[in-house]
């Protein structure tokens, strides 16, 4: 073994480390020195020696031996303050040794959103794509519009952009975005139908289901509106609402005149059984209304208009059990 690193040993195990250094530099042996120190972690003093070695070769200080590379110090200090818990310190030197993935792993798990916003502005699509992707990802997972969108307009990922509006119910943006990239339009309908059933806003729901290509989602909303009404006593309604489901079964039959495809068929079934519940709860509406209201102009026109409600019911209704009516 070279005598000066057992002479540097022996100096640093009585604790006598800047002594130790003049040792091993003394002997051009910077990169033991570097170690000695890295290894008690003497950070400022590891980066010093690796830059004096630096100033001796030059090529060292970054790309030399790994211990004389300033990087290699630093992402080593970055690793033993993670391990201690310190994520924030860690990044901060992650990014100083341009281990940007690291950082900005570190950063999201923080939720440190203004730092991540920092790093992606600073970064170059062209070399980093991965890196400013993953910011995107942390800004969408806290749900921050404002910088998810930076990012992805940085990208110049439109449909990543147009999924992040759908995502955070950015509808006017999500809207304004089709409109100037018509081939996303397809991607709208559907999830603004979902959003709009699910704040009660049925009517408009309805209608985005239908330009969804989905007239099936589109009937289950009236529907629920029927079974509603029928639950609160509004069978007029309920009429209303079964005429607008036969209307929308009669759409669906390609061929009225000649009913050989199944679906075509089934349409119509459909169509009519709707219909004839349609009539029903339209006419017990006003038995019902006779029931239950307190007021009303008795004449036998009124009477007449009743028993004939009541005999229709009876003379249609055949083995049906409509909710509420029987």
Known sequence: MNEAVIQAEILAYQSKFREAENVLV????????????????RWEDSKRVAAMAGKVAPTQSRTGPTNLNVDHILER???????????????????????????????????????LIDICRS????????????????FMKKKHHQYAKEAYLKLGDLKALMVMHIELNRWDEAFMLAKQNPEFKKMIHAPYAEYLEKNDRFEEAQREY????????????????????????RFKEAGTYYWLLALENLQQVKNAKNLVELADNKAMAKYHEYSLLADLYYAYSIIHSYIEEPFHNITEAYFLKIFNACRFILGRIGTRSPVGVI
Do not use: W
């Open 123 to 138: 970064l170059d699509k062209s070399d980093n794509l991965e890196s400013i992707q993953l910011c995107a990802h942390y």
């Open 210 to 233: 239908k330009l969804a290509g989905r007239p099936d989602l589109s009937m289950r909303i009236v529907e629920k509106l029927s079974i509603n009404a029928i639950g609160e006593f």
């Open 77 to 115: 200090q970055a690793r033993s303050l993670e391990e201690t818990g310190d994520y924030a310190a860690a990044a901060g030197i992650y990014l100083e040794c341009r281990k940007y993935r690291k950082a900005i792993e570190l950063y999201g798990q923080l939720g440190s959103l203004d730092q």
């Open 26 to 41: 003394k002997a051009g042996l910077f990169e033991k020195a570097v170690e000695m120190y890295t290894e008690i972690k």
